[in-house]
């Protein structure tokens, strides 16, 4: 990129960024799920669906997830009255070994559930339909002959219609979380301090999102189509071309101090994906030790953070480096810490970018850490 051309590419990288403010991308709320990076699998999902379908189960929420289950079926006109629960269970194994996810009996009927999230409905229905039939036609004595439900609960609710000819019938998360919430927000209201009552609110929460992951509007892949080029250009004007500018400018700095034995490396990098890093170092050290400029773009508080890390560290060192760089630098409240690679850290923030102010902070910053690695650490060894 050319002197000429910068006022175009920088209009252009504008335009980009308030088109990008401007799209319509409505940003879901996030549950305890979306903290851990599991949460989406259908094991769990489906081991939590069954701990609240059954009134049983140490939750005090009733029957309310039973009862919305009962009224989604109603709704499809598969059965209106499930009589009363009898049995939850997950992976029930059938004759050959396969395994259903859920299986829900009541006194009118067995329900066979095939939770699905992503993978595609190529599981052995045939098999789950056989294991059904077998077990409501040895009825207890007395009893009266129940109804075999076979449902599969999907994103969409809508499965194959191969399958569909064989009496299954689709369910979304969406619909059902509909059902249960129905019920589950009067007893919330009869009983509002029960702990169990926020976790089975995020639970339902989580499945309605299920519904969302996977959404995506018009304008979002036009704006994709039209901007991939203007992104790929601006990433590469930040990473390959600015960040190497002011990489650079640091080190003409720190090399143009008066530095014992300095000779500045410089590496760049990313963390979290996109903020970068440019970490300084001295050639003459073997220490590892270095000081580190990270752009933040994740903290709308901190501009950029300044970490220094000493290598090979020790109790007198890190007490040596506190003292040396004195109380002007410790009332700013550092983070420091230690690592399990034998390196101390030690973090500042700061609230806006200057690139002179910053410069002279990794100089002084330098000053210290060489002084630090040449003459005090030099001096312990001997």
């Known amino acids: 990129m050319t002197k000429l051309n910068y006022t175009s590419y920088f209009d252009r990288f504008e335009a980009l960024i308030n088109e990008f403010r401007a799209l319509d991308s409505t940003e879901k709320e996030m549950n305890f799920f979306d903290v851990g990076v599991r949460g989406h699998f259908e094991n769990p999902t489906t081991e939590l669906l069954s701990f609240f379908l059954d009134p049983a189960k140490p939750h005090d929420l009733g029957d309310s997830f039973f ?37 829900v009996e009541t006194e009118n009927a067995l329900i066979l559930i095939e939770c699905k999230i992503y993978h ?42 191969d399958l569909t000819a064989k009496d299954w019938q689709g369910l979304s998360y969406k619909d059902l979380v509909q059902h249960i919430e129905q019920n ?46 203007g992104f790929a250009q601006l990433s590469d004007y930040i990473y390959n071309d600015l960040m190497p500018k002011i990489g650079e400018q640091i080190k003409l700095k720190l090399n143009a101090s008066d530095l014992k034995d300095f000779n500045c490396k410089v590496k760049h990098s990313k963390w979290y994906y996109y903020e970068p ?27 950029y953070k300044i970490n220094l890390h000493i290598g090979k560290q020790s109790d007198e060192l890190t007490e040596q480096f506190k003292a040396s760089i004195g109380d002007l630098w410790m009332d700013l409240q550092p983070e420091a810490w230690h690592e399990v690679n034998g390196y101390w850290g030690i973090s500042w923030s700061f609230k806006t970018f200057d690139l002179e102010a910053v410069s002279e902070q990794m100089v002084e910053l330098m000053r210290h850490l060489n002084d630090l690695e040449l003459n005090y650490r030099t001096g312990l060894v001997k």
């Not at 919305?68 to 009255?81: H, N, W």
């Not at 040895?138 to 809508?158: A, E, M, R, T, Y």
């Not at 589950?184 to 009552?197: E, F, Q």
């Not at 050639?283 to 501009?303: F, M, R």
Request: some cysteine; overall charge negative.
């Open 120 to 161: 595609h409905q190529n599981n052995p229905f045939d098999e789950y339909t056989t294991f059904g039939n077998n077990r409501i036609s040895k009825p207890n004595q007395d009893s009266v002959p129940k109804k075999l439900i076979k449902l599969v609960l999907c994103l969409s609710g809508k499965i194959s219609p």
């Open 277 to 303: 890093v440019i970490r300084f170092s001295n050639l003459n050290w073997s220490t590892g030790s270095d000081i580190v400029l990270w752009l933040k773009a994740n903290d709308s508080e901190v501009a």
């Open 67 to 103: 009862k919305g289950l009962e009224a989604a079926i109603a709704k499809d006109k598969m059965l209106l009255d499930l009589g009363e629960l009898e049995s939850v269970e997950t992976e029930v194994v059938t004759q050959n070994g396969k395994r259903i996810d859920l299986v």
């Open 184 to 229: 589950l927000s009067i007893t919330i209201l009869n009983n509002p301090y029960n702990k169990w009552a926020l976790f089975a609110r995020e639970f339902l929460l989580h499945l309605k999102g299920l519904n969302t992951m996977t959404k995506i509007n018009e304008n979002e892949i036009n704006f994709l189509t039209e901007n991939l080029d």
